[in-house]
């Protein structure tokens, strides 16, 4: 029986849309496949692993904290909830106590204890020291933004008798958060996930891959500074520390703050940041990974700003380590080489800031 010229065009549109179901289909097969002979993310998977078996459940808007006395392959948190070897209570009267407090880029969670920023530094002061000994405590963790260090973690450090706190804070997500919540400017993170995203991980990559190229022509029509002034910016990350500062104002100790920098930096070449810019911007929509580099630059020197003004040692000895992949595992996070550079610069600056109770 022949079919009618509207049959045909039926036909064919039935047709074109079953191939490309059996399309959608096939290439979903393929995603998943792929994920479960070993393409997934090792990670996101460490992550969790590490979560579920020493940090407690976030619970009532209340986030992850370690759970004291517990290890996870190469990390030890001690019987006070934090990285690091045990603290001897009540402090020494000839130890010098330095607390650090951040958040990944600091726990260091692939690094072996000895080679973290903290035990690199304070070995480094130990070997120098005169009259007094330090020891330290590692405060950070995965995600450990500055409300949560104000929150959870200051309070119980300063009940340790530290005599110095060193912050590395200053993660461009966290401030960009910040501006978001204010709708100041039209930089956002990602779209929230969709009822297809939820379900179809060949999804999720198609509109990953097509939210990175919207950004990428969004940044070639404007620059970011109209996107995002430095007003703004300063507002948001000053609004972020000024809590920070006031309870380590009242404890009355002494602070260094480390500038927070990566792998990719405003003066990288166009190969590096090239290559980590999938990376990058899967992390932060409407900026491209070269202004992302400026960005973070821009957070440096506010961080110094701020510092001057709460009378804060402003530090920075992760400009001191080369970009090469040989001193960074990720463009956040250090290796053991890189590590050593920034205990070996950081070590002088806390002994003049100990100096006047160590000489």
């Known amino acids: 029986m022949r079919l009618s010229e509207r049959q045909q065009e039926v036909a064919f549109g039935l047709s074109l849309l079953m191939m490309v179901a059996l399309g959608f289909a096939g290439g979903e097969v393929m995603v998943r496949v792929a994920?479960?002979?070993?393409?997934?993310?090792?990670?996101?998977?460490?992550w969790v692993d590490l979560r579920q078996a020493i940090m407690t459940p976030s619970k009532n808007n209340q986030?992850?904290?370690?759970?004291?006395?517990?290890?996870?392959?190469?990390?030890?948190i001690n019987q006070q909830g934090f990285?690091?070897?045990p603290l001897a209570m009540p402090k020494p009267a000839n130890v010098f106590r330095v607390a650090f407090l951040g958040n990944s880029k600091l726990f260091s969670a692939s690094l072996d204890e000895d080679e973290t920023i903290p035990a690199r530094t304070i070995a480094w002061?130990?070997?120098?020291?005169?009259?007094?000994?330090?020891?330290?405590?590692n405060?950070?963790?995965?995600d450990f933004?500055?409300?949560?260090?104000?929150?959870r973690v200051l309070p119980r450090a300063i009940d340790f008798d530290t005599d110095l706190f060193?912050?590395?804070v200053g993660d461009l997500r966290e401030v960009v958060q910040i501006i978001e919540s204010r709708r100041a400017v039209e930089t956002t993170f990602l779209p929230k996930s969709d009822m297809l995203e939820d379900h179809s991980r060949l999804w999720r990559r198609l509109k990953l891959r097509f939210a990175m190229e919207s950004q990428s022509r969004q940044s070639a029509r404007s620059d970011w500074r109209?996107?995002?002034?430095e007003p703004v910016l300063a507002d948001a990350y000053f609004a972020l520390l000024d809590g920070l500062a006031g309870d380590l104002r009242d404890n009355g100790k002494p602070v260094a703050a480390i500038a927070y920098r990566g792998q990719l930096r405003s003066s990288s070449s166009p190969e590096t940041i090239e290559r980590h810019a999938v990376v990058v911007q899967s992390r932060i929509r409407g900026l491209d990974a070269r202004e992302i580099a400026e960005v973070s630059d821009m957070v440096v020197h506010l961080l110094e700003t701020f510092s001057a003004r709460h009378g804060w040692t402003f530090a920075d000895p992760i400009a001191q380590v080369p970009t090469d992949d040989r001193f960074f595992g990720d463009p956040a996070h250090l290796t053991a080489d890189g590590t050593a550079i920034v205990g070996r610069h950081l070590a002088p600056i806390l002994q003049e800031i100990a100096r006047p109770k160590c000489d």
Request: charged share 25%; aromatic share 10%; hydrophobic share 35%.
């Open 145 to 151: 933004g500055i409300e949560l260090l104000r929150d």
């Open 226 to 229: 109209d996107r995002l002034p």
């Open 125 to 137: 002061l130990n070997r120098s020291a005169t009259r007094c000994r330090f020891d330290y405590y």
């Open 63 to 76: 986030e992850s904290v370690f759970v004291p006395g517990t290890t996870f392959g190469n990390i030890t």
């Open 35 to 46: 994920d479960a002979v070993g393409a997934r993310d090792q990670r996101t998977e460490f």
């Open 139 to 142: 405060g950070a963790g995965p």
């Open 83 to 85: 990285r690091g070897p």
């Open 166 to 168: 060193v912050l590395l």
